[in-house]
Every structure is written in structure tokens, then in C-alpha cells.
């Protein structure tokens, strides 16, 4: 870790086959003071023969300190940092399984950061799973993204009264992604909370098992 990049040389943890055995990949990005270990127990409810489960570790647990309402260089630098950490771990998965089979998929804090890695980095993916999460800035940000994700399986699911996560915010994120392209599957789920619910982690399960 470095003052500039403070997610540098963080922990990359595994499930599944080795990169270069797989004939997939899942790349999974945990919440605020969550583990990387902990996101690994997705894959007991996804498809996973031949899936290589990657997941890395937030410097401190936490991808970025304040509110992902805030402008982006609050965040700073913590934030660049960790979308730095994403695509080297998406690099790394790369080498050996095309961008076409690999999904990404994120709770919470590790949903936004990862709506907002697809965004900024647009390209055909195996697919994208946000849960609770959506792409960063204030209320009334103008999400105008270019680039074409050429069809890329995208799925949405939040609660309709997230603590965390305003509905609104969600539906802003389904529409930047339609803008490029993507194939979007949004559900609001009433009364949830700021959690997974089984819907939820079928539609997860639809997407991975189409890689």
C-alpha cells in the first residue's frame, strides 16, 4: 500500500480451478468491511464446474472511504485505486479466459465500484451482476458514457427503500447501461433491505451459467 495507491499489492483470493484450467471466470467484489474470502461463498450458489471464482481484497476492507453519492475526488485516491485493482485482477483473469466468459459481479460497495468499472471500461463481457449498488456521483449527475458494451448481460437488484442505495439510482444506472448498449435486467424488490434475496441470486445464476 502506498499513500498514492492504497490498494496496491492487495490479496487476490481464489475458488474453483486454476485460471488456466478455466473455462470461465467470476470476478467478485465484496462490500464496505467485508472479505474477499466472504464473497467466495457465492459460488456455492452459481454455476461453478470449469468457473474460476476471483476475488480481491480491499485495503481495509473498504474500497473507498465516504459515500459513492459523493463526487468522485472525495473519494480520492482510494477510488482510482481501486478500479487500478480491478483491471489488473481482470488482466490477470484474461490471460487465460476470454473477456466474453468472465462476469463481474459486486455487493453493495463493491457493486458501485464495479458499475462503474464497466462503464468506464466498455467492451464485451460474460456479463455484470450488481446487488444493491449503482454508478457513483451526487444526485443529478449526468451519466454520459462512451463506448458500446455490445451486448453485455447486466443485471440489477436493490431494494425499493435501501438504506444505502437510492431506487433512483438504480433505474439511472439501468439507463446509462442500455445507453452502451448493454442487456439490462433490473427488479426493485419491495420492503427488502440491503441484502440477497434467492430472485436475486438467480438471475446471477442465469448470467454465469451462460458464460
Same mark, same amino acid.
Given at each position: 500500500?502506498?499513500?498514492?495507491?492504497?490498494?496496491?499489492?492487495?490479496?487476490?483470493? /481464489?475458488?474453483?480451478?486454476? !485460471?488456466?484450467?478455466?473455462? /470461465?471466470?467470476?470476478?467478485?467484489?465484496?462490500?464496505?468491511?467485508?472479505?474477499?474470502?466472504?464473497?467466495?461463498?457465492?459460488?456455492?450458489?452459481?454455476? /461453478?464446474?470449469?468457473?474460476?471464482?476471483?476475488?480481491?481484497?480491499?485495503?481495509?476492507?473498504?474500497?473507498?472511504?465516504?459515500?459513492? !453519492?459523493?463526487? +468522485?475526488?472525495?473519494?480520492?485516491?482510494?477510488?482510482?485505486?481501486?478500479?487500478?485493482?480491478?483491471?489488473?485482477?481482470?488482466?490477470?483473469?484474461?490471460?487465460?479466459?476470454?473477456?466474453?466468459?468472465?462476469?463481474?459481479?459486486?455487493?453493495?460497495?463493491?457493486?458501485?465500484?464495479?458499475?462503474?468499472?464497466?462503464?468506464?471500461?466498455?467492451?464485451?463481457?460474460?456479463?455484470?451482476?450488481?446487488?444493491?449498488?449503482? !454508478?457513483?456521483?451526487?444526485?443529478?449527475?449526468?451519466?454520459?458514457?462512451?463506448?458500446?458494451?455490445?451486448?453485455?448481460?447486466?443485471?440489477?437488484?436493490?431494494?425499493?427503500?435501501?438504506?444505502?442505495?437510492?431506487?433512483?439510482?438504480?433505474?439511472?444506472?439501468?439507463?446509462?447501461?442500455?445507453?452502451?448498449?448493454?442487456?439490462?435486467?433490473?427488479?426493485?424488490?419491495?420492503?427488502?433491505?440491503? +441484502?440477497?434475496?434467492?430472485?436475486?441470486?438467480?438471475?446471477?445464476?442465469?448470467?454465469?451459467?451462460? !458464460?
Amino acid at each position: 500500500m502506498t499513500d498514492a495507491d492504497p490498494h496496491a499489492g492487495q490479496p487476490v483470493e /481464489s475458488r474453483g480451478p486454476a !485460471l488456466e484450467d478455466a473455462d /470461465s471466470a467470476v470476478i467478485l467484489l465484496h462490500g464496505r468491511g467485508a472479505r474477499a474470502q466472504g464473497m467466495l461463498g457465492f459460488a456455492d450458489d452459481l454455476p /461453478s464446474e470449469g468457473t474460476a471464482f476471483v476475488a480481491p481484497q480491499a485495503a481495509r476492507a473498504t474500497w473507498y472511504p465516504n459515500s459513492f !453519492l459523493e463526487p +468522485t475526488e472525495e473519494n480520492e485516491p482510494w477510488f482510482n485505486s481501486a478500479l487500478g485493482l480491478v483491471n489488473d485482477v481482470f488482466e490477470d483473469v484474461t490471460e487465460h479466459v476470454p473477456a466474453e466468459r468472465v462476469a463481474l459481479l459486486g455487493f453493495s460497495q463493491g457493486a458501485c465500484l464495479g458499475s462503474e468499472f464497466l462503464a468506464r471500461n466498455p467492451r464485451e463481457y460474460g456479463g455484470f451482476v450488481a446487488f444493491s449498488g449503482g !454508478l457513483h456521483g451526487p444526485e443529478g449527475t449526468t451519466y454520459d458514457y462512451d463506448g458500446d458494451l455490445d451486448g453485455t448481460p447486466v443485471f440489477l437488484g436493490c431494494s425499493d427503500r435501501d438504506p444505502h442505495i437510492p431506487e433512483e439510482r438504480v433505474h439511472e444506472t439501468r439507463d446509462a447501461f442500455e445507453a452502451m448498449d448493454a442487456d439490462v435486467t433490473e427488479r426493485i424488490y419491495e420492503g427488502m433491505g440491503h +441484502t440477497v434475496n434467492q430472485d436475486e441470486l438467480e438471475h446471477a445464476a442465469d448470467i454465469v451459467g451462460g !458464460l
